[in-house]
Structure formats: C-alpha cells, structure tokens
C-alpha cells in the first residue's frame, strides 16, 4: 500500500471518516523471529510487568478523499514490536488512540507515566495500544471510540460515552507509529484532578499501581516544556495545535 502520510515531524492531519480495513501479518524470516524473541526475554527480566498481549499495528494508511484516510490494520502482540531492535528486521508501525481532554477555561491535561510501565516518566496524552476486536467483532469507528473512552475511564475516572468523543487529527510518530487523536468534552479542574485520584485510589487498592502517576494542566507547549522528563513525541505538535484553535 502506498504510504501517503509524511514522516516524522511533519503535521498533525485533520480527519472527517475513517476507513478501516484488516491485512495479515507480513511473513518473518525465522532468523528475526528468533532474534526478537530473545529480545522480548530480555525486556521481560528487566521488567516483569510487560505482558504480551494482543495488539494491532499499522499495515498502511493512503488518502482516498479529502480528510477521508483509509486505514489497514494487522493482528500482532506486543512482542512484535520488540523487532525494532534486531538489526536488519523491520517492525509494523504501532496503532494507539489518545484522547485530548480539555478544561473548561482551554487547558490540556496531560499524564505521567508510572515507573512500572516500559516509558517511566514519560509525559503523554491519556490513551494507549489498540486491541483487535473479539471473535465476530468489528474495528471500525465506533469501536475506536470506545477503546478511546475506555482508556479515559481506567486512566483517569473520567466518565465521557464514546459518541462524546470526536476524532480530531491523525498523527506520525516515533518508528512511523499512527495515532488517532479523539477530542473530549471540557470539564472543570476539580472534577478532572478529583477523578483522577480517585482512579489511582481504586487501583492501588486493587494491589496494582496506576499506570499513570501525575496529570497537568497546560495551555500552551511553553507551559509544556517546563515539566521535567520526556515527552511522547506528539504532545508538542498536539498542545500547539489545540492552543492555536482555540
């Protein structure tokens, strides 16, 4: 499939449909599948948390109309990805779905990743890996917006219906990962933070740690820059974006 969205860096893109479509795992030559689970065995000692769970990765993505981009999509676990790191091997490109809450007054509230999870300190938007869908289940938009809402839900407490969610703009990434970026209805200050430590409250008493460990506020990526660590790679473009549209 002919790739027609611009490397790293570039913008951010505006989508009014989305058009999904599944494909199959490219074939592996057994030398990297070997390499890459060796990989995998490694990251899983340095870090027992990582769970190799099903996940969907990025098969292609073209413009067929304006703000209508087709999306194909392949069935893989996260240990797929951990090909990045064998030499001469070539990974998929990861799928994820974020979510842009706002504040009422125009903030954007971002999160910290918990040192338990494979980006510790990482400053981000709330959101995560897409899964396939069950057996005699779709992916189409509908269910993305769920995934969206959901991730909403375990992250931060925030109660919003996947229709209140809107997919606003597609973004290129780190190893050309594509993320779906769903806007939120405004809330206010106190409820976001109020959820959000209740949220982190149930888990830990749950005997698990939150997968996030602090949320900000920001209006603008000067405001952004100042909280220490690093950052997804979106967040800067997204944060810029949003304050511009306001």
Excluded at 76 to 102: D, E, I, K, M, W
Excluded at 147 to 164: D, F, I, K
Aim: contains cysteine; proline residues 10%.
């Amino acid at each position: 499939m002919t790739e027609t969205l611009p490397p790293v860096g570039i913008d951010l893109f505006e989508v009014e449909r989305l058009l999904l479509a599944e494909a199959a795992e490219p074939p592996l030559p057994p030398r990297d599948a070997e390499a890459r689970d060796r990989v995998w065995d490694m990251a899983v000692r340095a870090n027992p948390t990582l769970f190799d769970g099903p996940v969907v990765a990025c098969g292609g993505v073209e413009w067929t109309g304006p703000r209508v981009l087709r999306l194909s999509w392949v069935r893989v676990t996260y240990r797929h990805y951990a090909l990045r790191r064998v030499p001469g091997a070539t990974a998929l490109p990861s799928l994820f779905v974020n979510v842009v809450q706002p504040t009422d007054d125009g903030r954007v509230l971002v999160a910290r990743m918990s040192p338990a999870t494979a980006a510790p300190g990482r400053w981000q938007l709330p959101g995560g890996s897409l899964e396939p869908p069950q057996s005699g289940a779709v992916l189409d938009e509908s269910a993305l917006a769920g995934q969206a809402a959901r991730e909403l839900a375990e992250e931060l407490g925030t109660g919003v219906a996947p229709e209140g969610l809107k997919l606003w703009v597609v973004t290129r990434g780190e190893n050309g990962s594509v993320g779906l970026t769903y806007l939120a209805p405004a809330l206010p200050e106190a409820t976001l933070r109020a959820d959000f430590t209740a949220a982190a409250a149930a888990e830990r008493a749950q005997g698990r740690e939150p997968e996030l460990d602090g949320i900000a506020l920001v209006h603008s990526p000067d405001e952004l820059a100042a909280l220490a660590g690093p950052h997804a790679d979106y967040l800067e473009p997204i944060v810029r974006c949003f304050s511009g549209c306001r």
